[in-house]
């Protein structure tokens, strides 16, 4: 019933199809199946491409929330949308803004394109960071929520290319939340996982940039 109502969604069954996303979101931390429909064709089940599907579902739940407006107009923070107010000059996420600006590796990627499509990567999750600071709930991961949904597709499919810059960047954007919390982005024990993994694509030269 659910996939006959996303396969036509409309203003009228917004809320369902919200749902189904959702749901499928949540399925896919557990269920092969589902990463299965969503994987690109061909395409191992690593940790690194599981994270991808994950991605893009996020990313659909917040782009079925926000066009047919099924958002709940009782939640005192929209985790996955940026908040109205004013970032803060200073707040609990100045380490990891000081570690962002810190970044140095994009300065070896030699194709144009690729660095400038990555920089504005890099100057959106700043961004966010910074918006995130008024954040009542988890604001980093909140931060790594909204950089999946926002950042853009050229970005993603460098991503999926596995370009080293964009794996390496990818690599901080999804785990902006370094601590021993249970709120990441991802099951408990991914980042390391990816973060290898990732390390393995790019080679040595590349792989010292990526997030410890």
């Not at 794996?167 to 973060?195: A, Q």
Request: neutral net charge; charged residues 20%.
């Amino acid at each position: 019933m659910m996939r006959h109502a996303v396969a036509k969604a409309n203003i009228n069954n917004g809320p369902v199809c919200h749902l189904a996303s959702v749901l499928m979101m949540i399925n896919s931390y557990a269920q092969g199946s589902v990463k299965e429909l969503v994987r690109v064709r061909n395409e191992p089940p690593t940790m690194l491409s599981d994270l991808l599907v994950t991605c893009r579902l996020t990313r659909g739940v917040r782009a079925i929330a926000e066009t047919y407006g099924v958002i709940r107009p009782d939640r005192h923070e929209l985790i996955l949308f940026v908040t109205e107010a004013e970032p803060l000059d200073h707040g609990p996420l100045d380490p990891v803004l000081h570690m962002l600006n810190s970044l140095t590796f994009l300065e070896k990627e030699v194709d144009p394109n690729t660095k400038q499509i990555c920089q504005d990567a890099l100057d959106l999750m700043k961004w966010l960071v910074k918006k995130a600071q008024t954040s009542e709930w988890c604001p980093a991961h909140r931060a790594s929520l909204q950089w999946i949904c926002l950042v853009g597709k050229d970005f993603m499919r460098l991503v999926e290319n596995h370009e080293p810059a964009a794996l390496v960047l990818f690599s901080y954007g999804c785990f902006l939340d370094n601590s021993s919390s249970r709120n990441t982005f991802v099951m408990r024990g991914w980042k390391e996982g990816v973060c290898a993994e990732i390390r393995h694509i790019v080679g040595s030269e590349w792989g010292r940039a990526v997030l410890l």
